[in-house]
Each structure stands twice: as structure tokens, then as C-alpha cells.
């Protein structure tokens, strides 16, 4: 196991869309008033995430907030970086800002074709945003993303700049350009074998690209931020419907797939032995609120530093309540 072996924080994950920003306000509630550190949203379809954060924290619920992960097609570097130095000055509460490409169905939506490499166009978009919320005036013409400018100089709580995480290459990507590493569905095993050892050897090939003056200021790896399906086990609740709501859709994704069978977690497209896998394998976590915080433990143990709790199989089967009832109860067990 890794040598960063202390229990992660726990942070909750909006468990759907909203249509109305009063939707929200129960979760930031949550992180209020629990051990919860962060709320998290990923991509807003209905309404953006950006927007959503900014009206719940007009409405008094000035929470720390992470975007897991706004897609790179849609905005510019310069505008996302800065749409999070405007969350963070409106909520006044450090922001994680996580970036992914998208999928290539969806880049070709929106820009004609895929990005010739996704690493490329990836490390050219976190190394432009990286850039301009450490102050820096960009000057850079790249194959994918271009940028001639500078952010006027603003006091501004911290920002993270995070990377959508799943495979090796983008580990070591993650490790060279970002400040936090966001993964979905990996188990521990997982990340202590495949991903915390790519980031680590991609922040080694920075630190040595590096002045020593800058080398001795960074980090051995960036922090790494798991999202975690979680679901308790309550009377009436079958396990498997739960599963397939939360994660039915990653395990036909053939990204999904190639990182589960790296994991050892075959998925054979059997639904129900596939749910079972998911379960045995770690990646989704099931069982009463003590089962639940041992295995968020074995994240921690496996180089994680943050686990933010996702519900979304339980609102979906189950209805908001049920979500909050779920986070609340695993909230609750005191955390080391």
C-alpha cells in the first residue's frame, strides 16, 4: 500500500442534475454541518455547474466546492479559469477544479472531429489554466489550445487544478501538470498499484525538469480525489438495482471497461454477475454504515487523500432523501 496512508476526508457529491438551485441546498447543508469537506458537482447539463455554485452560495450556503470535471470542449482555458476564481471569490472557499476532455462522441458534437491526442490536447488546456491562476501572462500557440494573455492581479482563495484520471498515461499526465488527480469507480487495488505509481513518476519527471529551487516546492504527487459509488444497506433495497443505476452506464463505456479489467474486474456484460464484480472488486461500496467507513478506510490506505461519497444509484432508485439519509448515516461514523 502507499506511503500516504492516512484516513482521506469525505466530501459528498451532488447525486443529480438540478434543475432549480434551491435543489442543492440540503447537500450544502450537509457539508455545513458534518465532517464533510467539500460538495462536488460534474458536468451541469441542465444547469451549469458554475452557476449553480454561485446562486446557492448567494443564498447563504458558502461551502468549499469541487467540479468533477467541467468538459474541455465547451470553454476556452481562459474562461475556465476564470469562471473558478469567480466561484472561488463568491463562495470565498477554495475551489478543485477538475478538467476532462470529454468523450470523442462529444468532441466531435461540438468541434467536428476528436482531439487528435488527448493527452495533447489535455496537457496543452491544464498547463494553459495552471498558468494563468498562478498569475502568470501565457504566451503559447499550440496545436489544440492557444492563449496570449494574463488574469488582472486578484486576491483570490486557493484553486486546484484537477485532471479526470482513469489510466496510466493520463496518471503521469496528472503528475506533471496538475495539481490534484480526480478519478470515478476505481478501486483501492487499483489506485495503489496502477495510479498513485503513475502520478508519482510523472511529478519525479517534473520535479527533474525543474530549477531546484522550484523542485524542492513541489509535491511528490498531486492530492488524489476518488469518486466513490456508495450505497447502504438498508430493508427493501436490492444491491443490484442500485449498482446498475449508478454505474450501468460506465460499465458498457469501453474506457470504463479497459480500466475495471486492469483493475481485475472482468465485465463480461452479464448485468447481474457484472454488479456483483463491481461490488467484490472494491469498486462500488455496499453494506451498513461501519462496513461502509472501513472500506472508505482502504481508499485512504491506498493513497487517497479525499473520497467523496457518491449517492447517485441511491437518488435515482431511491429518491433524494434516501441519498441524504444514506450520506448523513455514513457521515456520522466518526472518522479518524
Same mark, same amino acid.
Given at each position: ?11 459528498? !457529491? ?49 461551502? %468549499? @466546492? ?17 469562471? +473558478?476564481?469567480?466561484? /472561488? ?12 476532455? *470529454? =468523450? ?15 493527452? *495533447?490536447?489535455? *496537457?496543452?488546456? &491544464?498547463?494553459?489554466? +495552471? ?6 501572462? &501565457? ?11 494574463? #488574469?488582472?492581479?486578484?486576491? &483570490? ?8 484520471? !482513469?489510466?496510466? /498515461?493520463?496518471?503521469? #499526465?496528472? =503528475? ?8 470515478? !469507480? ?12 503513475? !502520478?508519482? /513518476? *510523472? ?11 522550484? /523542485? ?83 481508499? =485512504?490506505? +491506498? ?8 449517492? @447517485?444509484?441511491?437518488? +435515482? ?9 444514506? #450520506? =448523513?448515516?455514513?457521515?456520522?461514523? %466518526?472518522?479518524?
Amino acid at each position: 500500500m502507499s506511503a500516504y496512508a492516512s484516513p482521506p476526508e469525505l466530501s459528498v !457529491l451532488l447525486p443529480f442534475v438540478p434543475r432549480r438551485p434551491e435543489q442543492v441546498h440540503p447537500f450544502s447543508s450537509l457539508v455545513q454541518w458534518t465532517q464533510a469537506a467539500r460538495l462536488w458537482q460534474g458536468h451541469g447539463a441542465t444547469m451549469d455547474t458554475f452557476g449553480t455554485f454561485a446562486a446557492t452560495a448567494g443564498a447563504g450556503f458558502r461551502v %468549499p @466546492v469541487g467540479v468533477g470535471v467541467t468538459l474541455m470542449p465547451l470553454r476556452h482555458p481562459l474562461d475556465i479559469a476564470h469562471q +473558478a476564481r469567480s466561484l /472561488a471569490k463568491t463562495t470565498q472557499h477554495p475551489v478543485c477544479l477538475g478538467i476532462g476532455p *470529454g =468523450g470523442r462522441d462529444f468532441q466531435r458534437a461540438l468541434l467536428g472531429e476528436p482531439y487528435r491526442s488527448q493527452i *495533447g490536447a489535455v *496537457g496543452e488546456y &491544464v498547463d494553459i489554466v +495552471a498558468r494563468l491562476l498562478h498569475g502568470e501572462t &501565457v504566451d503559447t500557440t499550440g496545436e489544440y489550445f492557444s492563449c496570449h494573455t494574463a #488574469l488582472p492581479a486578484e486576491p &483570490v482563495p486557493d484553486i486546484e487544478v484537477g485532471l479526470g484520471v !482513469l489510466r496510466p /498515461a493520463m496518471a503521469q #499526465l496528472a =503528475g506533471r501538470s496538475a495539481d490534484t488527480a480526480i478519478t470515478w !469507480l476505481t478501486p483501492p487495488s487499483y489506485l495503489d498499484e496502477v495510479i498513485v505509481p503513475g !502520478l508519482e /513518476a *510523472g511529478r519525479a519527471q517534473r520535479t527533474a525538469e525543474s530549477t531546484p529551487i522550484t /523542485a524542492t516546492d513541489v509535491p511528490s504527487r498531486p492530492r488524489v480525489v476518488a469518486m466513490v459509488p456508495v450505497a447502504l444497506d438498508r430493508p427493501g433495497r436490492d444491491r443490484h438495482d442500485v449498482v446498475v443505476a449508478s454505474s450501468g452506464r460506465h460499465m458498457a463505456a469501453p474506457h470504463y471497461r479497459d480500466m475495471l479489467d486492469r483493475a481485475g474486474i472482468a465485465i463480461s456484460g452479464t448485468e447481474r454477475a457484472d454488479t456483483e464484480q463491481l461490488v467484490k472488486g472494491g469498486a462500488f461500496v455496499f453494506g451498513d454504515a461501519d462496513e461502509v467507513h472501513e472500506a472508505l478506510l482502504d481508499f =485512504g490506505r +491506498a493513497g487517497v487523500d479525499e473520497v467523496v461519497l457518491n449517492t @447517485v444509484g441511491v437518488c +435515482a432508485v431511491s429518491g433524494i432523501g434516501a441519498a441524504l439519509a444514506d #450520506l =448523513g448515516d455514513i457521515l456520522s461514523v %466518526p472518522h479518524p
